[in-house]
């Protein structure tokens, strides 16, 4: 099950976190998803650009196959093209982004 929780109101701070960068900006949001959540993280994704970040969305159709292997590479190839400070979630579980098997678990 796919659990999304958006928070109304204003955002606070984390004690002793502040924001160097003038205009707001904090950096770039990256959220790899599998093509069928992409819609579910739209309140997320708002909240986050909200916050001052900008947000990008990277369904893995565009990265061509879910292997722990293709999304490093992307990764690789495009960290170059978001401003930084980046932020990298992958969005899914096992089923949908599988880990490396290390010990005979996933991890």
């Not at 109304?8 to 770039?28: A, C, D, M, Q, Y």
């Not at 790899?32 to 369904?59: H, Q, S, W």
């Not at 690789?76 to 930084?84: A, E, P, Q, S, Y």
């Given at each position: 099950m796919f659990v999304l929780i958006f928070l109304f109101?204003?955002?606070?701070?984390?004690?002793?976190?502040?924001?160097?960068?003038?205009?707001?900006?904090?950096?770039t949001v990256v959220y790899i998803v599998p093509d069928e959540f992409a819609e579910a993280i739209t309140r997320l994704k708002i909240l986050r650009a909200i916050?001052?970040?900008?947000?990008?969305?990277?369904?893995?159709?565009?990265?061509?196959?879910?292997?722990p292997e293709s999304i490093k590479d992307y990764i690789n190839n495009h960290i170059d093209d978001w401003d930084r400070p980046v932020f990298i979630t992958l969005v899914g579980d096992i089923d949908y982004i599988p880990g490396k098997v290390w010990g005979g678990r996933h991890i």
């Amino acid at each position: 099950m796919f659990v999304l929780i958006f928070l109304f109101g204003i955002v606070k701070e984390p004690h002793g976190v502040e924001n160097t960068l003038k205009g707001g900006f904090r950096g770039t949001v990256v959220y790899i998803v599998p093509d069928e959540f992409a819609e579910a993280i739209t309140r997320l994704k708002i909240l986050r650009a909200i916050e001052g970040f900008n947000v990008e969305t990277v369904r893995l159709s565009q990265i061509g196959s879910s292997s722990p292997e293709s999304i490093k590479d992307y990764i690789n190839n495009h960290i170059d093209d978001w401003d930084r400070p980046v932020f990298i979630t992958l969005v899914g579980d096992i089923d949908y982004i599988p880990g490396k098997v290390w010990g005979g678990r996933h991890i």
